[in-house]
Protein backbone atom coordinates (compact mmCIF):
# COMPACT_ATOMS: atom_id res chain seq x y z
CA UNK A 1 0.00 0.00 0.00
CA UNK A 2 1.20 3.65 -0.49
CA UNK A 3 1.96 5.53 2.50
CA UNK A 4 0.09 8.99 2.83
CA UNK A 5 3.47 10.55 2.77
CA UNK A 6 4.92 8.83 -0.21
CA UNK A 7 1.29 10.05 -2.06
CA UNK A 8 1.89 13.61 -0.79
CA UNK A 9 5.66 13.35 -2.04
CA UNK A 10 4.73 12.23 -5.60
CA UNK A 11 1.74 14.76 -6.24
CA UNK A 12 4.26 17.21 -5.56
CA UNK A 13 6.82 16.01 -8.34
CA UNK A 14 3.95 15.95 -10.48
CA UNK A 15 2.96 19.14 -9.74
CA UNK A 16 6.16 20.67 -9.81
CA UNK A 17 6.83 19.03 -13.54
CA UNK A 18 3.60 20.70 -14.56
CA UNK A 19 4.24 24.14 -13.13
CA UNK A 20 7.41 23.36 -14.97
CA UNK A 21 5.92 22.12 -18.18
CA UNK A 22 3.98 25.76 -18.08
CA UNK A 23 7.39 27.58 -17.47
CA UNK A 24 8.89 26.48 -20.57
CA UNK A 25 5.84 25.87 -22.77
CA UNK A 26 6.18 27.98 -25.74
CA UNK A 27 4.56 31.61 -26.40
CA UNK A 28 0.91 30.55 -28.90
CA UNK A 29 2.18 30.92 -32.45
CA UNK A 30 0.43 30.57 -35.64
CA UNK A 31 1.74 27.28 -37.33
CA UNK A 32 3.30 28.00 -41.04
CA UNK A 33 -0.01 26.51 -42.52
CA UNK A 34 -1.74 28.72 -40.47
CA UNK A 35 0.13 31.76 -41.95
CA UNK A 36 -0.05 30.77 -45.28
CA UNK A 37 -3.65 30.91 -45.23
CA UNK A 38 -3.80 34.19 -43.80
CA UNK A 39 -2.01 35.94 -46.40
CA UNK A 40 -3.48 33.75 -49.34
CA UNK A 41 -5.82 36.44 -50.25
CA UNK A 42 -4.23 39.83 -51.16
CA UNK A 43 -5.20 42.94 -50.27
CA UNK A 44 -6.85 45.20 -52.83
CA UNK A 45 -4.71 48.23 -54.48
CA UNK A 46 -5.73 51.83 -52.89
CA UNK A 47 -7.67 53.88 -54.41
CA UNK A 48 -5.05 56.67 -54.72
CA UNK A 49 -2.61 58.28 -52.12
CA UNK A 50 -2.86 57.13 -48.70
CA UNK A 51 -1.55 58.34 -45.43
CA UNK A 52 0.76 57.18 -43.45
CA UNK A 53 2.25 56.50 -40.08
CA UNK A 54 5.74 55.09 -39.24
CA UNK A 55 6.80 54.38 -36.02
CA UNK A 56 10.54 53.07 -35.51
CA UNK A 57 13.97 54.50 -35.18
CA UNK A 58 16.92 55.45 -36.88
CA UNK A 59 16.82 52.47 -39.94
CA UNK A 60 13.36 54.61 -40.73
CA UNK A 61 14.86 58.09 -40.16
CA UNK A 62 13.93 61.10 -41.92
CA UNK A 63 14.51 61.07 -45.47
CA UNK A 64 12.92 58.00 -46.52
CA UNK A 65 9.57 58.19 -45.07
CA UNK A 66 10.48 62.05 -47.13
CA UNK A 67 10.94 59.99 -50.72
CA UNK A 68 8.49 57.83 -50.10
CA UNK A 69 6.00 60.77 -50.01
CA UNK A 70 7.50 62.71 -52.64
CA UNK A 71 7.24 59.27 -55.03
CA UNK A 72 2.89 58.48 -53.58
CA UNK A 73 1.97 62.26 -53.39
CA UNK A 74 1.28 61.65 -49.65
CA UNK A 75 0.62 62.68 -46.47
CA UNK A 76 2.69 60.86 -43.63
CA UNK A 77 3.96 61.36 -40.04
CA UNK A 78 6.32 59.32 -37.60
CA UNK A 79 7.14 59.18 -33.95
CA UNK A 80 11.00 57.83 -34.39
CA UNK A 81 14.24 57.34 -31.58
CA UNK A 82 17.73 55.88 -31.60
CA UNK A 83 17.75 51.89 -31.77
CA UNK A 84 13.99 52.04 -29.96
CA UNK A 85 12.40 48.85 -29.20
CA UNK A 86 7.97 48.92 -29.61
CA UNK A 87 8.43 48.13 -25.99
CA UNK A 88 10.07 51.50 -25.74
CA UNK A 89 7.35 53.83 -27.77
CA UNK A 90 4.01 51.79 -25.91
CA UNK A 91 5.13 52.50 -22.64
CA UNK A 92 5.42 55.67 -21.25
CA UNK A 93 7.72 55.14 -18.32
CA UNK A 94 10.87 53.88 -21.07
CA UNK A 95 12.61 56.60 -21.95
CA UNK A 96 12.91 56.70 -25.94
CA UNK A 97 16.58 57.22 -26.65
CA UNK A 98 16.72 60.59 -29.16
CA UNK A 99 13.42 61.30 -28.79
CA UNK A 100 14.23 65.15 -29.27
CA UNK A 101 16.56 64.76 -32.16
CA UNK A 102 14.57 62.73 -34.07
CA UNK A 103 11.08 64.03 -33.77
CA UNK A 104 12.13 68.09 -34.02
CA UNK A 105 10.10 68.24 -37.36
CA UNK A 106 7.18 69.18 -38.92
CA UNK A 107 5.71 65.34 -39.30
CA UNK A 108 5.66 64.18 -36.08
CA UNK A 109 3.15 63.44 -34.09
CA UNK A 110 2.36 61.00 -30.69
CA UNK A 111 2.25 57.31 -31.91
CA UNK A 112 -0.73 56.58 -29.80
CA UNK A 113 -3.04 60.12 -30.13
CA UNK A 114 -2.16 59.70 -34.18
CA UNK A 115 -3.53 56.06 -34.42
CA UNK A 116 -6.68 57.36 -32.29
CA UNK A 117 -7.93 59.99 -34.64
CA UNK A 118 -8.58 57.57 -37.63
CA UNK A 119 -6.50 60.11 -39.67
CA UNK A 120 -4.06 57.55 -41.21
CA UNK A 121 -4.97 54.80 -44.11
CA UNK A 122 -1.93 52.98 -42.95
CA UNK A 123 0.30 52.31 -40.54
CA UNK A 124 4.07 51.04 -41.32
CA UNK A 125 6.01 50.05 -37.75
CA UNK A 126 9.49 47.96 -36.96
CA UNK A 127 11.07 46.62 -34.26
CA UNK A 128 14.73 47.37 -32.98
CA UNK A 129 17.70 45.84 -34.27
CA UNK A 130 19.42 43.38 -32.80
CA UNK A 131 16.29 41.52 -33.49
CA UNK A 132 16.78 38.36 -31.54
CA UNK A 133 17.38 40.87 -28.44
CA UNK A 134 14.17 42.42 -28.96
CA UNK A 135 12.18 39.24 -29.03
CA UNK A 136 14.35 38.16 -25.74
CA UNK A 137 14.48 40.98 -23.50
CA UNK A 138 11.83 44.09 -24.74
CA UNK A 139 8.69 41.37 -25.47
CA UNK A 140 8.52 42.48 -29.38
CA UNK A 141 5.69 40.34 -30.64
CA UNK A 142 3.47 41.50 -27.70
CA UNK A 143 4.03 44.98 -28.37
CA UNK A 144 3.69 44.43 -31.96
CA UNK A 145 0.47 42.97 -31.22
CA UNK A 146 -0.80 45.99 -28.68
CA UNK A 147 0.28 48.53 -31.43
CA UNK A 148 -1.75 46.66 -34.23
CA UNK A 149 -4.49 46.44 -32.13
CA UNK A 150 -4.24 50.15 -31.21
CA UNK A 151 -4.27 51.45 -35.10
CA UNK A 152 -7.15 48.97 -35.34
CA UNK A 153 -9.18 50.41 -32.67
CA UNK A 154 -8.84 54.26 -34.40
CA UNK A 155 -9.51 52.95 -37.40
CA UNK A 156 -10.76 49.15 -38.38
CA UNK A 157 -9.66 49.09 -41.72
CA UNK A 158 -6.82 50.82 -41.07
CA UNK A 159 -3.68 48.44 -42.99
CA UNK A 160 -0.50 47.55 -40.62
CA UNK A 161 2.86 46.56 -42.18
CA UNK A 162 5.75 45.66 -40.74
CA UNK A 163 8.72 46.76 -41.73
CA UNK A 164 11.66 44.29 -42.54
CA UNK A 165 15.14 45.36 -41.77
CA UNK A 166 18.31 44.87 -42.10
CA UNK A 167 21.69 44.25 -39.64
CA UNK A 168 25.17 45.37 -38.87
CA UNK A 169 27.28 44.48 -42.05
CA UNK A 170 29.80 43.31 -39.90
CA UNK A 171 27.64 40.47 -38.55
CA UNK A 172 29.17 37.20 -37.63
CA UNK A 173 26.47 35.10 -39.07
CA UNK A 174 27.28 36.77 -42.46
CA UNK A 175 25.42 39.91 -43.59
CA UNK A 176 23.47 38.19 -46.78
CA UNK A 177 22.92 34.78 -45.07
CA UNK A 178 20.96 36.70 -41.87
CA UNK A 179 19.04 38.70 -44.65
CA UNK A 180 17.67 35.14 -46.27
CA UNK A 181 17.06 33.23 -42.80
CA UNK A 182 15.88 36.27 -40.69
CA UNK A 183 12.27 36.56 -41.79
CA UNK A 184 11.34 33.13 -40.97
CA UNK A 185 13.54 32.71 -37.64
CA UNK A 186 12.14 36.09 -36.44
CA UNK A 187 10.16 38.71 -37.95
CA UNK A 188 7.21 36.41 -39.69
CA UNK A 189 8.49 32.92 -37.66
CA UNK A 190 8.39 35.02 -34.57
CA UNK A 191 7.20 38.53 -34.51
CA UNK A 192 4.28 38.19 -36.66
CA UNK A 193 3.41 34.73 -35.80
CA UNK A 194 3.01 35.39 -32.13
CA UNK A 195 1.52 38.54 -32.44
CA UNK A 196 -1.23 37.49 -34.74
CA UNK A 197 -2.02 34.31 -32.59
CA UNK A 198 -3.03 36.69 -29.76
CA UNK A 199 -5.42 38.72 -31.94
CA UNK A 200 -8.59 37.57 -31.89
CA UNK A 201 -9.51 37.61 -35.24
CA UNK A 202 -5.98 36.71 -36.50
CA UNK A 203 -5.85 39.65 -38.56
CA UNK A 204 -2.86 39.85 -40.82
CA UNK A 205 0.40 42.41 -40.28
CA UNK A 206 1.75 42.35 -43.58
CA UNK A 207 5.59 43.00 -44.42
CA UNK A 208 7.66 45.12 -46.54
CA UNK A 209 10.71 43.31 -47.28
CA UNK A 210 13.42 45.71 -47.30
CA UNK A 211 15.88 43.63 -46.03
CA UNK A 212 15.20 40.95 -48.62
CA UNK A 213 15.06 43.46 -50.87
CA UNK A 214 18.46 44.94 -50.19
CA UNK A 215 20.07 41.15 -50.14
CA UNK A 216 18.66 40.54 -54.06
CA UNK A 217 19.85 43.86 -55.05
CA UNK A 218 23.20 43.42 -53.19
CA UNK A 219 23.95 39.69 -54.97
CA UNK A 220 22.51 41.58 -58.54
CA UNK A 221 25.32 44.38 -58.25
CA UNK A 222 28.34 41.70 -56.86
CA UNK A 223 27.63 39.38 -59.82
CA UNK A 224 27.87 41.63 -62.61
CA UNK A 225 30.86 43.26 -61.49
CA UNK A 226 29.02 46.19 -59.99
CA UNK A 227 26.92 48.96 -62.02
CA UNK A 228 27.02 52.19 -62.49
CA UNK A 229 27.32 53.78 -58.71
CA UNK A 230 27.18 51.03 -57.09
CA UNK A 231 29.78 48.18 -56.63
CA UNK A 232 29.15 46.48 -53.42
CA UNK A 233 26.74 46.28 -50.34
CA UNK A 234 28.96 48.94 -49.11
CA UNK A 235 27.77 51.90 -51.13
CA UNK A 236 24.28 51.82 -49.83
CA UNK A 237 25.35 52.19 -46.47
CA UNK A 238 26.35 56.46 -44.68
CA UNK A 239 29.39 57.47 -43.73
CA UNK A 240 30.89 58.90 -40.70
CA UNK A 241 32.13 62.24 -39.61
CA UNK A 242 35.84 60.44 -40.01
CA UNK A 243 35.13 58.91 -43.29
CA UNK A 244 34.77 55.28 -42.20
CA UNK A 245 31.65 53.20 -43.14
CA UNK A 246 28.60 53.61 -40.93
CA UNK A 247 28.05 49.77 -40.97
CA UNK A 248 24.11 50.12 -40.22
CA UNK A 249 22.22 53.24 -41.07
CA UNK A 250 21.67 53.63 -44.96
CA UNK A 251 22.39 56.92 -47.41
CA UNK A 252 20.67 58.38 -49.82
CA UNK A 253 20.73 55.21 -51.89
CA UNK A 254 19.76 53.14 -49.37
CA UNK A 255 16.88 55.30 -48.54
CA UNK A 256 15.58 55.51 -52.05
CA UNK A 257 15.86 51.28 -52.11
CA UNK A 258 13.75 51.31 -49.11
CA UNK A 259 11.82 53.61 -50.28
CA UNK A 260 10.86 52.42 -53.37
CA UNK A 261 10.16 48.84 -51.48
CA UNK A 262 7.47 51.09 -49.39
CA UNK A 263 6.20 52.26 -52.21
CA UNK A 264 5.61 49.09 -54.17
CA UNK A 265 3.98 47.22 -50.87
CA UNK A 266 1.54 50.18 -50.08
CA UNK A 267 0.63 50.89 -54.03
CA UNK A 268 0.41 47.30 -55.17
CA UNK A 269 2.65 48.67 -57.93
CA UNK A 270 5.65 48.47 -59.73
CA UNK A 271 8.19 51.30 -59.21
CA UNK A 272 9.77 51.13 -62.55
CA UNK A 273 9.46 54.97 -64.11
CA UNK A 274 9.09 56.47 -61.11
CA UNK A 275 11.47 59.45 -60.69
CA UNK A 276 14.67 59.36 -58.95
CA UNK A 277 15.79 62.89 -58.09
CA UNK A 278 13.99 63.00 -54.38
CA UNK A 279 15.04 65.59 -51.29
CA UNK A 280 15.51 65.16 -48.02
CA UNK A 281 13.77 65.47 -45.50
CA UNK A 282 15.32 68.92 -44.99
CA UNK A 283 15.10 69.68 -48.57
CA UNK A 284 18.61 69.28 -49.53
CA UNK A 285 18.55 67.51 -52.94
CA UNK A 286 19.31 63.57 -52.39
CA UNK A 287 22.11 61.73 -54.46
CA UNK A 288 19.95 60.39 -56.79
CA UNK A 289 21.29 56.80 -58.51
CA UNK A 290 22.48 56.69 -61.86
CA UNK A 291 19.85 55.58 -64.63
CA UNK A 292 21.30 51.92 -64.91
CA UNK A 293 21.17 51.48 -61.01
CA UNK A 294 17.62 52.77 -60.83
CA UNK A 295 16.38 50.82 -63.34
CA UNK A 296 18.09 47.80 -61.10
CA UNK A 297 16.63 48.56 -57.76
CA UNK A 298 13.16 49.20 -59.44
CA UNK A 299 12.91 46.16 -60.97
CA UNK A 300 14.96 44.06 -58.13
CA UNK A 301 12.10 45.39 -55.62
CA UNK A 302 9.00 44.69 -57.99
CA UNK A 303 10.73 41.08 -58.62
CA UNK A 304 10.82 40.47 -54.55
CA UNK A 305 7.49 42.27 -53.31
CA UNK A 306 5.49 41.02 -56.12
CA UNK A 307 6.18 37.03 -55.11
CA UNK A 308 5.61 37.39 -51.77
CA UNK A 309 2.42 36.66 -50.50
CA UNK A 310 3.47 38.39 -46.69
CA UNK A 311 3.54 41.90 -48.54
CA UNK A 312 -0.62 41.66 -49.55
CA UNK A 313 0.21 42.09 -52.99
CA UNK A 314 -1.22 40.18 -55.76
CA UNK A 315 1.29 38.54 -58.23
CA UNK A 316 1.85 39.91 -61.63
Known amino acids: MISAKSLLAGLAILALGAAGWI ?3 PPKA ?6 TAAFATPLSPPDGPLSVYHLGHS ?11 QLAGHTHASQLGWGTPLKAHWEPDIEIQGFATENDH ?7 TALASGAFDAFVLTEMVEIEAAIEYFEAPLYLNKWASAARDGRPDIRVYLYESWHDLNDPQGWLARLDTDPERYWEGVLIARAMAQDPDTRPIYV ?28 LFARLEDGTLDHIHINDLGAYLVA ?4 AVLYHRSPVGLPTQLRRADGGRANAPSDALAELMQATV ?15
Open 23 to 25: YVK
Open 30 to 35: LTVAER
Open 59 to 69: LVGRDMPAMLA
Open 106 to 112: DHYQDAK
Open 208 to 235: IPAGRVMAELVRRVESMGGVDGMSSRED
Open 260 to 263: LTHY
Open 302 to 316: WDVVSTLPVTGVAPP
